[in-house]
Nanobody, 122 residues
Framework: VQLQASGGGLVQPGGSLRLSCTAS????????IGWFRQAPGQEREGVGC????????YYAASEKGHFTISRDIARSIVYLQMNNARPEDTAIYYC????????????????WGQGTLVTVSS
């Protein structure tokens, strides 16, 4: 299993950014993909997740409406759309996968991508 997160960069406050998580050697119909982020000096925290079979999405309560997760099964890509970016969104964003339903705990995920840095600043 390989995951690669990409799409990070510098975005202005209030702007939008779309991150991608490309999965190799797995089918998104059988594996859930979770998005997490880690700011400097802080623990990794959950942003949201998309389940495997039905593609239902789940978000951290504080992030609902701020992020949108979607997927392209044929291309094995899961997207994390960030709208109305805030400086506190600055972090390294990671995607992880597990072969059972979504979880909000990073320790429940078996495989991780290398992360992509998002910086929200003017």
């Amino acid at each position: 299993v390989q995951l690669q997160a990409s799409g990070g960069g510098l975005v202005q406050p209030g702007g939008s950014l779309r991150l991608s998580c490309t999965a190799s050697r797995i089918s998104l119909e059988h594996y859930a993909i979770g998005w997490f982020r880690q700011a400097p000096g802080q623990e990794r925290e959950g942003v949201g997740c998309i389940s495997s079979v039905d593609g239902d999405t789940y978000y951290a309560a504080s992030e609902k409406g701020h992020f949108t997760i979607s997927r392209d099964i044929a291309r094995s890509i899961v997207y994390l759309q960030m709208n109305n970016a805030r400086p506190e969104d600055t972090a390294i964003y990671y995607c992880g996968t597990r072969d059972v339903p979504c979880s909000s705990f990073s320790s429940d995920y078996d495989h991780w991508g290398q992360g992509t840095l998002v910086t929200v600043s003017s």
